[in-house]
């Protein structure tokens, strides 16, 4: 059985070199935005998968030539995978919010960067406890708590998603949206039924649960790769067309004095979107876009949404005050 968990992963590294082959040759020209964020996702994903690999190598006993160096072997590939998944989370939420022609924001940023150093840390001090006492208690659970913000953060983007989609225009863009999501969701239950299969029966632990997860890091990159390539063209057009339209309404509303995030706010209000789907998209609470709301409305000289999107939108105005 180690045997077949190492042979699933060099499969999955086969087919993410692969895949990064097929996104260049697909992707780069049609849809270079998109190719960005699949590709950083990707890297990271394979470096995970490789490091995984070596983890199981080390284990087996073909990597390192004593159980002290393996020991320490092992807790400095924890340091580096806790670093890893903290900084693939990031790449997959920048993935899904250039889905909706948005950028992770400084606030995230800042978590992101926090969040890795405390799991870095965390993982030394595993590594440190291991030098100590020779075991690897500290560094183990700090390579299974990481996993939970992941897979939690995999679900609130995939969440997100599909309930943006319910307001995109286009089918094609809106499937696009949504079978990102159903992936996703996919994934992050295949892992949870192993996770929960390892702590429920004796027999699922250790080399079958390792197959297993080996498996839908195969299954991730294929569906991945298949997506991006299958809906590269409807999201770039959706981008375009949103692009264009967006540019418009900021350079009226511009006209007005509004701060920037009160342009992104009246975009999305002439674009037909509700105040808890701006909220949803913009990631603040539903009262803050009220607020946002009021401001608009007082600055450009409206008492609606409605009035707002003539006043934004009526060609040949630009915006202009009346």
């Known amino acids: 059985m180690p045997h077949l968990v190492i042979a699933a992963l060099l499969v999955t590294l086969a087919a993410g070199s692969a895949a990064i082959l097929v996104l260049d040759r697909r992707l780069r020209e049609r849809s270079p935005d998109l190719f960005r964020a699949v590709l950083g996702n990707l890297v990271l994903f394979n470096l995970l998968t490789a490091l995984g690999l070596g983890f199981r190598l080390v284990e087996q006993g073909l990597l390192a030539p004593g159980a ?11 340091v ?12 997959y939420v920048a993935l899904g919010l250039a889905l909706g022609r948005r950028v992770v ?7 992101f960067a926090c969040g890795a150093a405390a799991a870095t840390l965390a993982a030394l001090g595993g590594w440190v406890q291991a030098a ?3 075991r690897l208690t500290i560094s183990l659970a700090v390579a299974i708590a990481t ?22 225009a286009g089918l094609a863009a809106r499937r696009a949206k949504r079978w990102f999501s159903a992936g996703t969701l996919s994934v992050v239950a295949c892992i949870g039924v192993s996770f929960g299969a390892g702590a429920t029966w004796a027999s699922w632990q250790g080399a079958v649960q390792a197959l297993a997860h080996s498996l839908v890091l195969l299954a991730y990159e294929i569906l991945l790769v298949a997506w991006a390539v299958r809906w590269a063209d409807a999201w770039a057009a959706e981008t375009q067309h949103i692009a264009g339209e967006s540019d418009g309404l900021e350079r009226a509303a511009s006209r007005y004095g509004l701060s920037k995030r009160e342009r992104e706010v009246a975009v999305l209000l002439c674009r037909g979107r509700t105040n808890q789907e701006i ?12 607020d946002h709301n009021y401001r608009i409305f007082q600055k450009v000289g409206v008492r609606n949404r409605t009035e707002l999107a003539r006043r ?3 060609p040949g105005s630009d915006g202009e005050k009346r």
Do not use: Y
């Open 68 to 78: 002290g160096a393996a020991l320490h072997l092992l807790a400095a590939q924890i």
């Open 147 to 168: 996993d939970v913000p992941v897979l939690g953060g995999m679900t609130v983007v995939a969440v997100s998603l599909w309930r943006e989609s319910v307001s995109t």
């Open 279 to 290: 909220a949803n998209a913009l990631f603040v609470a539903l009262q803050t876009i009220k």
């Open 105 to 111: 924001s400084r606030r995230a940023d800042v978590i």
């Open 80 to 91: 580096v995978l806790a670093f890893l998944k903290v900084a693939w989370l990031r790449s």
């Open 132 to 134: 100590w006492t020779g």
């Open 312 to 314: 934004l939108t009526l």
